[in-house]
């Protein structure tokens, strides 16, 4: 069956504009995840959406970002006046449940912020 | 956030060796772990997982975890040139949910 997709699979911004990334999970998934990936890292959590319910932001760097699972199903995560320490690999991942799970990885979306 | 430790690499074995990736974590409370592969320029793919003391075989990976000494490792037999990425260990975090990751194993294996 389809897999995690994600889009933009690269974006490149400009300094101060604002981007949304767009996550859409396999079927029937009830657990989402964001992660962060810089090069040579491993990934970092981001947030957790459990069907449209985001339980856990801890991740989140700042306030300039902001995630979102309206309907439970496709996820975006926005990032308002990116800033060149933004640039990295954002990693969406879902889970037939939310504890202890396997994640299932999408192909990412590279973001480089000029 | 609990620490996942790696040995960086890269880690380099020739062709039908025996690779071993090691993972320590500082978490006792943690209870799944996962290893992912991942190609250079490409997102994790899950191989293994595992919940419970001992050994685990999935074809020629091995997982081993010990809880009591906060290790896991990987084991991958018969090593080929397509083996060769980068290796992240996992471990669900206190919360349950989240994994934290290591920085990851590079492996070569050379023809």
């Known amino acids: 069956g389809a897999g995690v997709s994600q889009s933009p699979r690269y974006k490149v911004a400009k300094r101060g504009q604002d981007v949304a990334l767009r996550c859409d999970p396999i079927?029937?998934?009830?657990?989402l995840f964001w992660y962060q990936q810089a090069l040579g890292q491993g990934p970092e959590f981001l947030t957790y959406?459990?069907?449209?319910?985001?339980?856990?932001k801890s991740g989140l760097p700042s306030d300039r970002f902001f995630a979102e699972r309206p309907e439970g199903s496709v996820s975006t995560l926005k990032i308002q006046r990116t800033q060149q320490e933004d640039s990295a690999v954002y990693l969406c991942a879902s889970s037939s449940s939310g504890s202890g799970n396997e994640q299932f990885f999408g192909p990412g979306t590279r973001l480089t912020v000029l | 956030q609990k620490e996942v430790e790696q040995n960086s690499g890269p880690l380099s074995v020739p062709e039908g060796a025996i690779a071993s990736l090691n993972c320590t974590y500082s978490?006792?409370?943690?209870?799944?772990f996962f290893w992912y592969r991942q190609y250079s320029g490409k997102s994790p793919e899950l191989i293994m997982s595992i919940y419970s003391n001992g050994d685990k075989e999935d074809g020629r990976f091995t997982a081993q975890l010990n809880k009591a000494s906060e290790y896991v490792s990987l084991l991958i037999r018969d090593s080929q040139p397509s083996d060769s990425a980068t290796y992240l260990c996992a471990v669900n975090s206190n919360s349950g949910y989240a994994l934290n990751f290591g920085k990851g194993t590079s492996l070569l294996v050379t023809p």
């Open positions: 978490d006792r409370v943690s209870q799944s």
């Open positions: 959406f459990q069907n449209e319910a985001q339980l856990d």
């Open positions: 079927s029937g998934h009830v657990s």
